[in-house]
């Protein structure tokens, strides 16, 4: 093994490539991150709350917006993704709160209510089935054999059911259930990995949903293969990564369903591989409506594991995705085992080390030999 990994060192110094950090020192990164987001969640089991401060799609500043429960649902997500056990106090203390906090007159972004779905599926021991889908009779009950307690999939469902709502006529998801149509390739993204893991726990998500889904990214597509995050951006890394992720998932549930792809479905994923073989980077994310500067470079991060992940390629560019990846994170992570990401939605720290842990995590589980 270590032979192995030293001819590797070796062949990456030929080829003036940094060397992939060794399992050990990506281990040591993780246990880290998970060390400083157990110590940044408040006394009252939260996160955050995620402040949010843009440009309105006029192009005009918009108000600022809170989303009280994103943070700390994705960050009990990010931990127990991490393997922290669900009887854990730190775990529990965040749930309370969410129950506590998540009343009748809420208001939920779809990103909210997407981190809640994958929060629950993941306290639950959901992962990809092995042999064919068993649904549940009803999407009220969960099916037989499952580790959902009544309560929580009755919760995992009112979510659901305010996604769908956020689904605009193109096919695409937005912030909020509304009469314009405004999805994003972002928020889609999002509602994508929620209605895949609630899939795997057995919640009947129609066919209907990822054709619609599919055809909505038709028609943003750019010419060069790329996208953007709406209609009236251009097209970047970031979200290209996530459009790819999110067609991936569609032509894995639409194969699961036994319904047939739509043609249109691999020449887009083709065009897309190529935009990412183009500009694969794992130093930056430029954004092109924000004059090029640095923009959410570790949800970026994030969409390229997921990309990697679900269409089981090892290169972009012909380069290795996760060992550069990897590497880049060990590099900026601070002496506090944290990562900050520059963006325009807050808390920086909480949701940067969030998105560079599922980052090494997810991709590190073939690598290392602790579960």
């Known amino acids: 093994m270590r ?31 998970v060390a400083w987001l157990r110590s940044a969640q408040r006394e009252d089991g939260s996160y955050g709350p995620c402040m949010a401060s843009s440009t309105a799609y006029d192009g005009s500043m918009a108000s600022p917006v809170c989303y009280r429960l994103g943070p700390t649902a994705f960050s009990l997500y990010t931990l127990s993704v991490c393997g922290v056990p669900r009887d854990d106090p730190a775990i529990q203390r965040g749930l309370t709160w969410l129950r506590k906090t998540a009343t009748r007159d809420y208001e939920y972004a779809s990103y909210e209510s997407a981190a809640l779905v994958l929060m629950l599926t993941a306290l639950n021991g959901v992962d990809a089935p092995k042999g064919k889908l068993v649904r549940s009779s009803g999407h009220r009950r969960p099916p037989k054999g499952s580790r959902f307690a009544a309560e929580e999939w009755r919760w995992m469902d009112g979510r659901i059911e305010h996604l769908r709502g ?156 996760y060992p550069r990846g990897a590497a880049f994170l060990l590099r900026e992570q601070d002496r506090k085992g944290r990562w900050t990401d520059g963006t325009c939605m807050g808390p920086e720290d909480v949701l940067g080390t969030c998105f560079a842990l599922l980052f090494l995590k997810k991709a590190t589980i073939p690598a290392v030999t602790r579960k």
């Not at 032979?3 to 246990?31: C, F, H, K, Q, Y």
């Not at 998500?205 to 995050?229: M, T």
């Not at 500009?279 to 470079?297: K, Q, T």
């Open 166 to 321: 956020c689904g605009g006529s193109a096919g695409g998801f937005g912030y909020w259930p509304q009469e314009e149509d405004y999805a994003d390739v972002s928020a889609t993204q999002f509602a994508a990995l929620a209605l895949r893991s609630a899939s795997f726990a057995g919640y009947p998500v129609p066919a209907d949903v990822w054709l619609r889904i599919v055809d909505f990214h038709g028609k943003l597509q750019d010419p060069s293969g790329g996208f953007p995050y709406h209609a009236r951006n251009k097209p970047s890394r970031g979200m290209t990564a996530a459009a790819l992720s999110t067609l991936f998932i569609c032509k894995e549930q639409l194969a699961l369903e036994g319904v047939k792809e739509p043609p249109s479905l691999a020449p887009s994923i083709e065009k897309a591989l190529g935009y990412m073989d183009a500009h694969f980077d794992v130093e930056s994310n430029p954004s092109p409506h924000f004059e090029g500067r640095d923009h959410y470079h570790y949800a970026h991060l994030y969409a390229i594991e997921r990309a990697g992940i679900l269409s089981g390629r090892r290169e972009l560019g012909g380069k290795g995705w």
């Open 3 to 33: 032979r192995v990994l030293w001819l590797s060192v070796l062949a990456a110094l030929v080829r003036g490539e940094e060397p992939a950090p060794t399992p050990d020192a990506i281990n040591r990164a993780i246990d880290a991150g």
